[in-house]
């Protein structure tokens, strides 16, 4: 039984008294089709399921908190905040509505009709408006004296438990009475379609339709807070009932999975996002026999959150999500499934230290992004500053500096970085040495660009090798030559203007290649398709000819990857 041995007095908040005085129509009417008798019967059932969980809530959630309260365990005051008007809507369904919908649908040949039964339903609409309007405030009750209050905590917890709770939250329950009014609607609605338009009922159904229209109009914004509140729900019991999520300010905006990539190599890793309006949830999927489960790793706040895209050989689509609390880099499956907040610029020197970097990896570099002198495997060889998280030779990272993310900790930093930190300024950095033609970094050119990725390159008779290439936007007429992504320095330049383009393959030239010419000069490019070289080309005669290409309609650079599939626009 749902009924508790003392059940608290029934509470009419503001609604007026309830009689039993329902007159009933003694009349026969003409059978209805078979379809009105099923909504009729959709209707019945329903209303049996509903008056069970009211009876859960009032009957056993609410007299048993009740009960605890008498004993001073916490305030009562509380309880009936949280439960509102629930008695009285039980009361109600429970002793009319219901039990008149039973007789009718027990004597439906003689008198098919229902509108003069949900026509009643309308004066006690404006429980439904206190319960609604009540319905935050409850949730951050239950959530405060959750956390507050074992007892509080247990008694809900061990009725949870419970077979006649079917697995589901105190929550959860509390939501059905939000989204009755609307069933009613719908149910309603469906009834009149099928009803013929000469029936005695339409005009009962059609008024009842109405006003129960009105009311559940006034309920759409609840129960937009409602599904969003299922949802954090079922995202709660997800992760193990372990993270502070339920709240009807939290608002969930996108998950998913996604690849982790690592930090220093290119391993990818299965992961799961939950974006929220707050905070972004980065966790690990587990093995579960109950639906899936997982363990959240690290929660990064959406206040000072930067997304920026990042350019990756071996994965296309990746983006670095950088936080307070760590810096991920990611991988999308398409360039859509990004993270939906705005693309910002690296690190600002504002936040040095006080956040984790994302660390740039060593084969998206092929010179130190200080010096700028090569990397090789015996004299040079790379390192990572712990505060920017760029790849940097060893005479460049020979510095500490304690950073705040790392709880003031002494970290290997780069000169830069120790610069900002400690206020130290060499004499180097006095002299205010001025930027090469060539000095400008790959990623500040491939974060906006016209078009950029890599390509095989061939200069006169020199060997093969895989360059880097971007077209800036503010320099839409020079093509740049990097080594990397991350190079903070071009190889080369070409200014394309008045060069002479050939895409005719020679004998000895490798597939989806062309070339480019000027007088003696002459610099040789193969794409890994046809179709990439296509592009290539389309951009290439533009800026040949004087023409500045047009940017990509969606500001965003067109990035050339390795896979013809993998292609971002």
Excluded at 318 to 346: H, I, M, N, W
Excluded at 466 to 487: M, S
Aim: charged letters at 25%.
């Amino acid at each position: 039984t749902l009924c508790s041995s003392h059940p608290p007095p029934i509470l009419f908040s503001s609604t007026p008294p309830m009689t039993r005085s329902f007159t009933r129509p003694l009349q026969t009417h003409t059978s209805l089709p078979h379809k009105t008798e099923e909504v009729s019967n959709e209707l019945l059932q329903t209303e049996k399921a509903y008056v069970t969980r009211l009876n859960l809530l009032d009957k056993v959630f609410y007299a048993k908190l009740l009960e605890e309260a008498r004993k001073d365990a916490f305030p009562m005051d509380v309880v009936k905040n949280i439960f509102s008007n629930i008695s009285s809507i039980n009361t109600f369904h429970s002793q009319f509505l219901l039990p008149d919908l039973e007789q009718r649908m027990g004597e439906w040949t003689s008198t098919p009709r229902i509108g003069d039964i949900l026509q009643k339903l309308t004066p006690f609409l404006k429980m439904y408006a206190e319960y609604v309007r009540n319905f935050d405030h409850a949730m951050d009750l239950l959530k405060q004296w959750t956390d507050r209050s074992p007892p509080f905590k247990a008694i809900i917890l061990e009725i949870q438990s419970q077979e006649v709770c079917g697995s589901l939250t105190l929550q959860h329950h509390m939501l059905e009475p939000v989204q009755r009014v609307p069933r009613y609607e719908m149910l309603l609605k469906d009834y009149l379609k099928k009803l013929p338009q000469d029936h005695i009922d339409r005009r009962d159904a059609e008024k009842s339709l109405e006003i129960i229209a009105m009311a559940a109009t006034h309920s759409n914004t609840a129960i937009r807070k409602t599904e969003n509140l299922k949802k954090l729900l079922e995202i709660y019991e997800m992760l193990g009932e372990e993270e502070n999520i339920v709240n009807p300010s939290n608002e969930l905006i996108k998950e998913g999975h996604i690849l982790k990539l690592a930090a220093r190599n290119t391993s990818a890793m299965d992961r799961y996002l939950f974006l929220f309006n707050n905070m972004l949830l980065y966790c690990v999927p587990k093995f579960s026999l109950v639906g899936q489960k997982f363990t959240v790793r690290t929660r990064i706040g959406i206040d000072g959150m930067t997304v920026t895209e990042t350019y990756n050989d071996d994965y296309p689509h990746t983006f670095q999500v950088s936080g307070k609390e760590r810096t991920l880099e990611l991988q999308a499956r398409y360039r859509q499934e990004q993270l939906c907040l705005p693309f910002k610029d690296d690190l600002k020197i504002s936040e040095l230290g006080k956040r984790a970097p994302r660390w740039i990896r060593d084969n998206e570099v092929t010179m130190c992004m200080r010096c700028k002198e090569a990397f090789n495997a015996l004299m040079r060889r790379r390192h990572h500053c712990r505060a920017c998280g760029y790849v940097v030779c060893g005479k460049c990272s020979d510095y500490k500096a304690p950073l705040e993310y790392d709880g003031n900790r002494m970290n290997k930093v780069c000169k830069d970085c120790n610069s900002i930190l400690t206020g130290h300024i060499d004499s180097e950095e006095r002299e205010g040495k001025k930027k090469g033609i060539l000095e400008i970094e790959a990623a500040q050119f491939s974060g906006n660009s016209i078009m950029c990725g890599f390509l095989q390159y061939c200069e006169k008779n020199k060997p093969w090798q895989k360059v880097w290439c971007v077209i800036p936007q503010k320099e839409a007429l020079v093509l740049y030559l990097y080594g990397a992504p991350q190079d903070v320095k071009a190889q080369s330049t070409i200014p394309l203007l008045g060069y002479q383009v050939e895409d005719s393959l020679r004998p000895t030239d490798p597939p989806a290649s062309f070339r480019l010419s000027q007088s003696k000069s002459v610099h040789s490019f193969a794409a890994e398709s046809e179709e990439l070289k296509q592009r290539w080309l389309k951009v290439i005669r533009m800026a040949v000819t004087g023409e500045e290409p047009e940017s990509p309609e969606d500001n965003h650079s067109t990035e050339i990857t390795q896979e013809p599939s993998s292609n971002g626009v």
